[in-house]
């Protein structure tokens, strides 16, 4: 038990550290929010991207891909989205909160808090499932988030927007390369794989920096109801029951924890980023992102002391 305890904590304390260091440099003033835009913008355009390509490159494509657990997690993220449509059109009667709500409950933060959770479990080198999990359920996030606030605010969709927004992704392009490296049996020089490593060593620890740097608690009055909805429903509920699922169909070892760090992140910070650009409840969306990533610390752990307890992984 106390070996258990001391794995999940190793695997959310880093998380949480990093984040306070986040949140005591926005208190120090050592960057505007100007500052904290531009940093997170470079490590989603140049860091996140290394360290997808990093966590593909050299792997045995063959042995990574699990058509099993591929079709689990899109079956996850639609079920997850359909639910929580039907359920916030019940409880929220403003288009624009609906859409903000929709994205709050089933498009987590996979790469910034879950990437991390596998990586504090299996090592930095033992990524390659989790990073194919990525450049699949990314594509996914984005492809529902315009659609839903598109729809919310009454907008036209337009299809090459959606399509041309996935092939762009810097996470896709990462992961792209290196599946290519593979396929392609590309050796890069000494030199250059040692700058891949270095960059992407600095993608996850960056990240959770800005991530608390970012905090900005404002009031909460008017979305306080919403919120509550939103939090549960992506902390609880949504790892509550797949997670279940997930562990009674069989799965284990790094494909479960993959699921976990899929299914258990926070809310996505690119979803109050959307909902601003979109017209949705801005407001909304950014207090789910931080109150979610806050709460997330403690959620993560308990269903990682859970189900490594359970034998899952």
Same mark, same amino acid.
């Given at each position: 038990?106390?070996?258990?305890?001391?794995?999940?904590?190793?695997?959310?304390?880093?998380?949480?550290?990093?984040?306070?260091?986040?949140?005591?440099?926005?208190?120090?003033?050592?960057?505007?929010?100007?500052?904290?835009?531009?940093?997170?913008?470079?490590?989603?355009?140049?860091?996140?991207?290394?360290?997808?390509?990093?966590?593909?490159?050299?792997?045995?494509?063959?042995?990574?891909?699990?058509?099993?657990?591929?079709?689990?997690?899109?079956?996850?993220?639609?079920?997850?989205?359909?639910?929580?449509?039907?359920?916030?059109?019940?409880?929220?009667? !403003?288009?624009?909160?609906?859409?903000?709500?929709?994205?709050?409950?089933?498009?987590?933060?996979?790469?910034?808090?879950?990437?991390?959770?596998?990586?504090?479990?299996?090592?930095?080198?033992?990524?390659?499932?989790?990073?194919?999990?990525?450049?699949?359920?990314?594509?996914?996030?984005?492809?529902?988030?315009?659609?839903?606030?598109?729809?919310?605010?009454?907008?036209?969709?337009?299809?090459?927007?959606?399509?041309?927004?996935?092939?762009?992704?810097?996470?896709?392009?990462?992961?792209?390369?290196?599946?290519?490296?593979?396929?392609?049996?590309?050796?890069?020089?000494?030199?250059?794989?040692?700058?891949? @490593?270095?960059? !992407?060593?600095?993608?996850?620890?960056?990240?959770?920096?800005?991530?608390?740097? @970012?905090?900005?608690?404002?009031? +909460?009055?008017?979305?306080?109801?919403?919120?509550?909805?939103?939090?549960?429903?992506? +902390?609880?509920?949504?790892?509550?029951?797949?997670?279940?699922?997930?562990?009674?169909?069989?799965?284990?070892?790094?494909?479960?924890?993959?699921?976990?760090?899929?299914?258990?992140?926070?809310?996505?910070?690119? !979803?109050?980023?959307?909902?601003?650009?979109?017209?949705?409840?801005?407001?909304?969306?950014?207090?789910?992102?931080?109150? @979610?990533?806050?709460?997330?610390?403690?959620?993560?752990?308990?269903?990682?002391?859970?189900?490594? !307890?359970?034998?899952?992984?």
């Amino acid at each position: 038990m106390l070996s258990n305890f001391i794995v999940c904590l190793g695997a959310v304390l880093p998380m949480f550290i990093l984040m306070v260091i986040g949140i005591c440099v926005r208190r120090g003033k050592l960057l505007t929010d100007g500052e904290v835009k531009k940093l997170n913008h470079m490590v989603f355009v140049v860091f996140f991207p290394t360290m997808m390509f990093e966590n593909l490159y050299g792997a045995d494509i063959a042995s990574v891909i699990s058509f099993k657990l591929i079709l689990f997690g899109i079956a996850c993220v639609m079920g997850i989205y359909f639910v929580s449509m039907f359920i916030v059109l019940k409880v929220e009667k !403003s288009p624009a909160s609906r859409g903000a709500m929709i994205q709050a409950i089933y498009r987590s933060n996979f790469v910034i808090m879950g990437l991390p959770v596998a990586m504090n479990i299996y090592g930095k080198g033992n990524l390659a499932v989790t990073a194919m999990m990525v450049a699949i359920i990314v594509p996914l996030y984005n492809v529902l988030a315009v659609i839903t606030l598109e729809t919310f605010r009454k907008g036209k969709l337009n299809i090459w927007h959606i399509v041309k927004g996935v092939i762009t992704n810097p996470l896709i392009l990462g992961a792209a390369a290196g599946i290519l490296a593979v396929v392609l049996h590309i050796k890069l020089p000494g030199i250059i794989e040692s700058v891949i @490593s270095d960059m !992407s060593g600095v993608a996850t620890p960056m990240a959770l920096i800005i991530l608390g740097a @970012s905090f900005n608690f404002k009031s +909460l009055g008017r979305v306080r109801r919403d919120l509550i909805i939103c939090v549960t429903g992506r +902390l609880v509920a949504v790892p509550g029951v797949c997670l279940t699922i997930a562990a009674l169909m069989g799965f284990r070892g790094i494909a479960f924890v993959t699921l976990v760090a899929m299914l258990a992140a926070p809310t996505a910070v690119s !979803s109050f980023t959307m909902a601003q650009d979109m017209g949705s409840d801005g407001e909304l969306a950014g207090n789910c992102v931080i109150f @979610s990533s806050a709460l997330a610390c403690f959620t993560m752990f308990f269903w990682l002391f859970l189900f490594k !307890s359970l034998g899952m992984f």
